[in-house]
Nanobody
Framework: QVQLSESGGGLVQTGASLRLSCVAS??????MGWFRQAPGKEREFVTAMSYTGARISYADSVKGRFTISRDNDKNTIYLQMDSLKPEDTAVYYCAADREYGFSTSVGEYDYWGQGTQVTVLS
């Protein structure tokens, strides 16, 4: 059974940093990524990485501030978030694509974690 489990969210001040982790159990995946959903808004792409790291993509809103990484031995991906802003406040979801492509689209991801709340105070 496939499960994705996120951790590392919290409440921080503007400019602070947080590191999110997501452990995948049940199988290994090619593309894995992070998405977020703010209250009243649709879920949006944040970043994704292929298995080898050869392909990485970031949303324009987080480029230069967020960094995705993964440890395939641990079947874990990470999201280092620096210089956080109030507009980064959202529930952050880890996602995995069971196919072998690479996408930034919500609809292309098959497995989702339960989400972890990130709140950035102004």
């Amino acid at each position: 059974q496939v499960q994705l489990s996120e951790s590392g969210g919290g409440l921080v001040q503007t400019g602070a940093s947080l590191r999110l982790s997501c452990v995948a159990s049940g199988r290994a995946f090619n593309a894995m990524g992070w998405f977020r959903q703010a209250p009243g808004k649709e879920r949006e792409f944040v970043t994704a990485m292929s298995y080898t790291g050869a392909r990485i993509s970031y949303a324009d809103s987080v480029k230069g501030r967020f960094t995705i990484s993964r440890d395939n031995d641990k079947n874990t991906i990470y999201l280092q978030m620096d210089s956080l802003k109030p507009e980064d406040t959202a529930v952050y979801y880890c996602a995995a694509d069971r196919e072998y492509g690479f996408s930034t689209s919500v609809g292309e991801y098959d497995y989702w974690g339960q989400g972890t709340q990130v709140t950035v105070l102004s």
